[in-house]
């Protein structure tokens, strides 16, 4: 399987080394955020995770081919890129065959992170059970990715562009440990706190590398959920971020948005009329996620190395 997957020399250096790496999505480049602070985001993200000691791994697919650690003109060229897929797990064969160029959901990276051997993986904020799925059934596949992939996903909770509970319920039916980062409650992507709580809450990078050598010991073949909240410096008035997502959520409805371009289209939206306020703040979460990201799989690699 590897033979599939063109990592770069660093990304495969590291590998061989047993040295941290964290893996990085591509569709909040492509389909997340608005260039040129989409590409701002990944050059930030990527010198983060170095400046803690580890090698990023940004994944996407580009020209069909698998690709795991991107250098400085693939960013640029997926940042500009305007008529590109948005690929999940099951979308990389196909795209694949026609040779095109995808940016990669949390559950395409899940699937790519695992096939080169990397465990550790930062993002903003995973897919979920959308508001109404009651009736449309949109539940992303990031849910059932993590029911089966054992790769430890770092976010900043779910945006209520969601349905906050039933995101944790399939969670809990995925067997998939939902861990709060230096915090009782499950945030909720914008703000610190989505008033429901966590199932566990781990103070420490050395308690979370613990936890996910334990996990694999177990025979846990699930990933692990790591939500880690926005530093309340950056985080927005619930209110405020609340009514914006309300309204967005509404003008989907009306336009009768749905299936993979939803998501997309409520960022924008919300983007939009928060008149970038959002965007602000999902970058400091998605650079403050890299940090503790970085810094766990730093931890992970020494502790791997001492057991030898
Ligand atoms: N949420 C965000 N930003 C994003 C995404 C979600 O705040 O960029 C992207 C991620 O790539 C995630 C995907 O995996 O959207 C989920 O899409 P869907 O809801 O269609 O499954
Ligand atoms: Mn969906």
Redesign the pocket.
């Known amino acids: 399987m590897k033979d599939l997957i063109k990592l770069s020399a660093e990304v495969a250096d590291a590998l061989q080394a047993g040295a941290p790496i964290v893996a990085l999505?591509?569709?909040?480049i492509t389909?997340?955020?608005p260039y040129p602070a989409n590409l701002e985001m990944a050059r930030g993200v990527e010198a983060l995770i170095r400046a803690e000691g580890a090698i990023p791994a940004t994944i996407a697919v580009i020209d069909g081919e698998l690709r795991v650690g991107l250098d400085d003109a693939d960013l640029e060229a997926l940042a500009q890129a305007t008529t590109v897929v948005?690929a999940?797990g099951r979308d990389l064969a196909a795209v694949m065959v026609r040779k095109q160029t995808a940016?990669?959901?949390?559950?395409?990276?899940m699937r790519l992170a695992e096939l080169a051997g990397i465990e550790i993986f930062a993002?903003?904020?995973?897919?979920?059970v959308?508001r109404g799925a009651e009736q449309s059934f949109?539940?992303?596949?990031?849910l059932t990715e993590l029911g089966q992939t054992g790769t430890t996903v770092v976010c900043a909770g779910?945006?209520s562009?969601?349905d906050i509970p039933k995101t944790l319920e399939v969670l809990e039916t995925q067997r998939v440990p939902v861990i709060a980062y230096g915090s009782d409650d499950f945030p909720a992507?914008f703000t610190r706190s989505s008033g429901l709580k966590a199932d566990h809450r781990l103070d420490s990078v050395e308690e979370i590398a613990q936890a996910m050598i334990l996990h694999r010991a177990l025979g846990s073949q699930t990933g692990i959920l790591i939500a880690n909240p926005i530093p309340e410096a950056d985080a927005l008035d619930p209110s405020f971020i609340d009514g914006t997502i309300d309204d967005a959520v509404a003008e989907a409805d009306a336009s009768g948005v749905t299936?993979?371009?939803?998501?997309?289209f409520l960022?924008a939206k919300i983007n939009e009329l928060s008149e970038g306020r959002s965007l602000k703040a999902?970058i400091a979460l998605v650079r403050n996620n890299a940090a503790i990201a970085a810094k766990i799989a730093v931890a992970h690699a020494r502790f791997r190395a001492e057991k030898g």
């Open positions: 999505e591509s569709t909040i389909h997340g955020m948005k999940s940016g990669t959901t949390v559950s395409a990276t993002t903003g904020g995973v897919g979920g959308h949109d539940i992303s596949a990031d779910v945006k562009i969601l992507f299936r993979k371009e939803l998501t997309p960022l999902n």
